[in-house]
């Protein structure tokens, strides 16, 4: 059920990001990799969304002209492996506390990591603390307020996590486990 999710998230992001919609990066990118990768069972699959994720960006870079993978993709693979395997280590004590406080601190943790990137990378920033403060704010012009980035990937972040909870809530009552616990505790998963 994770995986259609993760697919189908990923093609939305696709859609969006060809149809230049105006919720720019409204897509949970963060959350599908720490949230579906904490919610996902087996040893190896935090890959999953961290293959989908670059499947996706290959698609969009092509689209747009770009290389299909360029010196940005790496930056966001890595940053989403780091997100995946954070996701992976919350495996066994999922609460809803805990998944929306390690969403939120993805998106945050990414906003700062690629706009730093853009800074350093780009040449209309002024050098120093201006130029990132600029970075991180309000961006280049002719482009949408970076902080409006950061807006949207917090609203798609932490909806989608707090969306997968009741769904992982219900498919563990399905299973015969308990339900998500608010507050972090320990679960211990059966074999």
Excluded: K
């Amino acid at each position: 059920m994770f995986f259609i999710a993760i697919m189908l998230t990923a093609a939305v992001r696709v859609v969006i990001g060809v149809g230049q919609m105006p919720l720019v990066n409204f897509m949970p990118l963060t959350a599908i990799a720490f949230s579906s990768s904490a919610c996902l069972g087996r040893r190896h699959d935090w890959l999953v969304p961290v293959l989908v994720l670059l499947a996706s960006d290959i698609v969009l870079n092509v689209h747009y002209g770009e290389p299909a993978i360029g010196s940005w993709t790496i930056v966001s693979l890595l940053c989403l492996t780091i997100f995946a395997l954070a996701g992976r280590w919350v495996t066994g004590r999922r609460s809803v506390l805990l998944m929306v406080s390690g969403s939120f601190a993805c998106t945050i943790t990414f906003f700062l990591v690629s706009n730093t990137v853009c800074f350093l990378l780009s040449p209309d920033y002024p050098p120093g603390v201006a130029g990132w403060l600029q970075a991180l704010t309000v961006g280049l012009p002719g482009y949408p307020p970076t902080w409006m980035f950061l807006r949207n990937s917090l609203i798609g972040d932490l909806s989608y996590t707090l969306l997968l909870m009741p769904v992982l809530s219900w498919q563990r009552a399905r299973a015969g486990l308990p339900a998500v616990p608010f507050w972090p505790v320990r679960v211990l998963e059966p074999a």
